[in-house]
């Protein structure tokens, strides 16, 4: 464990040692309680020193993000078998080796590409007129057949078309 320590700044009155605050007014202050009126305040952080990542246990699938819904296995009540490859992705031991996540990792039984690189990667988001997300990803009239986006992808990316 280290510690690292010094004196920084009142955070409360910014180093005057006088605190005025909603009920102080007309040219008053009150004595800072946080510096005692020193106008310095004394900072503590311990932490263990990073030596390199560490390895887990029970991970089997690493995502490269989740865009807010509910992961796992098993059955849901619409009677759909998830499994651990339902939601892309790549293995555990893949991440922790340093390899990259490949085109086809991404979420897409469950989000659209507009939905899954906000999250990732926006430079990549696509710029599609075709994109109408009102309030949300999943109210967008193309959303319902979002493997017809994932094609649009892969094959011509992600920024507008040139008007002909």
């Not at 010094?6 to 009920?23: H, I, N, Q």
């Not at 296995?73 to 939601?87: D, N, P, Y």
């Not at 892309?88 to 659209?112: D, T, V």
């Not at 109408?132 to 992808?153: D, I, L, M």
């Amino acid at each position: 464990m280290k510690t690292i320590e010094f004196d920084e700044e009142c955070p409360s009155c910014k180093g005057t040692g006088l605190y005025v605050g909603f009920a102080e007014k007309d040219g008053f202050a009150v004595v800072c309680h946080t510096c005692e009126g020193t106008g310095s305040y004394p900072f503590e952080h311990e932490y263990t020193e990073f030596t390199c990542r560490k390895t887990t246990q029970g991970i089997k699938r690493v995502l490269e993000t989740n865009p807010g819904i509910t992961i796992g296995v098993g059955k849901t009540e619409e009677g759909e078998i998830l499994t651990i490859e339902s939601f892309g992705g790549i293995p555990y031991k893949e991440w922790a080796a340093g390899l990259p996540f490949p085109k086809g990792s991404e979420m897409r039984n469950y989000a659209c590409p507009a939905w899954w690189y906000q999250g990732t990667d926006y430079r990549q988001k696509p710029e599609w007129d075709e994109c109408q997300a009102v309030g949300s990803f999943s109210s967008c009239k193309c959303f319902k057949t979002k493997e017809k986006c994932w094609e649009r992808f892969d094959t011509k990316g992600p920024k507008k078309s040139k008007e002909k």
